[in-house]
């Protein structure tokens, strides 16, 4: 079973994770970690804060000579505005009068957190609300992915919507996905991208945000991940719950979705065929590759909602937490949108939950004792 604990505080020293339960023998890629990593940074609509970082994972255990040992692995990547920040960060020395927050911005984390924790200072809760957690997801899900990648399973995503702005195609097949990596928004169309980036900056120049719909496909699934046999095995309640987790994303749909159940059962559902060279196979995928909560050997499809960014650089009205007299909501600086920064955190917790998923049917202490299993 694979198991991530995260830590690290935004404007913190660093972003930490222990990735438990990942097999022996696996060859990781330190290039495609990090390749990864700026991928999430990546994407038009990023606001100051990613012209900062430059994200680069530090294994400090679990890894000998770029191969796992099964141990747990543990890793960091470093905050470089932590240096910007020591005089409010620092554990021991930080001035807790640094920088302190008391205006709560309708749709974060801050005023149910501070009434939760018991603060007065929102700034405790900003720092591990914030989406820079996002970092270590996006490290454990591309070392978790190197597992899928020995069986020749791979993954792509694509931005469908931003703001207003959608692609027309209703269905994108797995292939056509490889021209969103060319796209500053992650749209394989460029007549769409231009649309998008324009809506971006229309937004921008308001001092509003947006957000949007993502689509990630992973194909080359076997058949069986998951199980029908209980709620906690399944699939798609697997993955609802891992991508439902990421900040900002309020809706999940697995395949046809939402417009699936207004269809009649004759439209909707995928009928089955057998050919002796092909096995059993669908010639639609309505479904999204997931059947009573395990793969069905189709491609899996998934789609995540996105709401806007909730810091605005025309502040919303709140109210000040200490005076309760109305005033504008905090801001510093921010993400205009940061859909296509979370169609790769989608990939990732996708990844995460399918490795898991994989090691649960094929064996899960060494990726030599997995190719056997595979094999049979
Ligand atoms: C990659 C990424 C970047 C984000 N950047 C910002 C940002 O710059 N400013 C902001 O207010 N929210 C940003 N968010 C969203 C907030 O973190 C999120 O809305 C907040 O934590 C509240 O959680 P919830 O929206 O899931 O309820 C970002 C989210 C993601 C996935
Ligand atoms: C740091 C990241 O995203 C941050 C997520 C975020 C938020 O409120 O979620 C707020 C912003 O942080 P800051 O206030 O430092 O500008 C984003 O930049 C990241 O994606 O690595």
């Known amino acids: 079973m694979l198991r991530l604990l995260t830590a690290g505080e935004s404007h913190g020293q660093a972003v930490t994770g222990i990735l438990e339960g990942m097999p022996a023998g696996v060859r990781l890629s330190k290039e495609k970690i990090n390749s990864y990593l700026s991928?999430?940074?990546?994407?038009?609509?990023?606001?100051?804060?990613?012209?900062?970082?430059?994200?680069?994972?530090?294994?400090?255990?679990?890894?000998?000579?770029?191969?796992?040992?099964?141990?747990?692995?543990?890793?960091?990547?470093?905050?470089?505005?932590?240096?910007?920040?020591?005089?409010?960060?620092?554990?021991?020395?930080?001035?807790?009068?640094?920088?302190?927050?008391?205006?709560?911005?309708?749709?974060?984390?801050?005023?149910?957190?501070?009434?939760?924790?018991?603060?007065?200072?929102?700034?405790?809760?900003?720092?591990?609300?914030?989406?820079?957690?996002?970092?270590?997801?996006?490290?454990?899900?591309?070392?978790?992915?190197?597992?899928?990648?020995?069986?020749?399973?791979?993954?792509?995503?694509h931005v469908r919507q931003i703001g207003s702005v959608s692609i027309r195609e209703k269905e994108v097949a797995f292939d056509a996905l490889k021209k969103a990596e060319h796209s500053s928004v992650r749209c394989i169309c460029k007549q769409t991208e231009e649309e998008m980036i324009k809506?971006?900056?229309?937004?921008?120049?308001?001092?509003?945000?947006?957000?949007?719909?993502?689509?990630?496909?992973?194909?080359?699934?076997?058949?069986?991940?998951?199980?029908?046999?209980?709620?906690?095995?399944?699939?798609?309640?697997?993955?609802?719950?891992?991508?439902?987790s990421i900040q900002g994303i309020k809706a999940v749909e697995i395949g046809d979705g939402f417009e699936g159940v207004v269809q009649s059962g004759s439209l909707i559902h995928d009928e089955i065929f057998y050919e002796e060279k092909k096995g059993f196979y669908h010639k639609t995928n309505h479904a999204g590759g997931i059947e009573g909560g395990m793969s069905n050997g189709e491609?899996?499809?998934?789609?995540?909602?996105?709401?806007?960014?909730?810091?605005?650089?025309?502040?919303?009205?709140?109210?000040?937490?200490?005076?309760?007299?109305?005033?504008?909501?905090?801001?510093?600086?921010?993400?205009?949108?940061?859909?296509?920064?979370?169609?790769?955190v989608a990939e990732a917790a996708a990844i995460f939950v399918l490795a898991d998923a994989f090691m649960e049917t094929f064996g899960a202490d060494s990726m030599k004792e997995m190719k056997e299993r595979w094999k049979k």
């Open 39 to 157: 991928k999430r940074q990546s994407g038009y609509g990023r606001g100051g804060r990613m012209k900062i970082e430059k994200d680069c994972i530090q294994i400090l255990s679990g890894v000998r000579g770029g191969i796992t040992l099964g141990s747990p692995i543990s890793f960091m990547v470093v905050n470089k505005d932590y240096e910007n920040w020591v005089e409010g960060m620092d554990p021991f020395e930080g001035n807790l009068n640094y920088k302190q927050v008391h205006h709560p911005r309708p749709g974060h984390a801050d005023l149910a957190g501070a009434l939760k924790y018991g603060f007065d200072d929102m700034r405790h809760v900003l720092e591990r609300s914030s989406a820079r957690e996002t970092t270590a997801r996006v490290a454990a899900g591309s070392i978790a992915g190197h597992i899928l990648s020995n069986f020749n399973i791979e993954w792509a995503s």
């Open 299 to 344: 491609v899996l499809i998934v789609r995540c909602g996105m709401k806007p960014i909730p810091t605005l650089m025309k502040p919303l009205k709140t109210v000040d937490f200490h005076q309760k007299t109305p005033h504008d909501a905090a801001v510093e600086r921010s993400d205009t949108c940061a859909v296509p920064a979370a169609a790769i």
């Open 199 to 244: 809506e971006i900056d229309t937004a921008k120049a308001k001092g509003d945000t947006l957000g949007g719909i993502i689509e990630v496909q992973i194909s080359g699934l076997p058949v069986g991940l998951g199980s029908y046999t209980h709620w906690d095995r399944k699939l798609d309640g697997k993955l609802a719950s891992s991508l439902m």
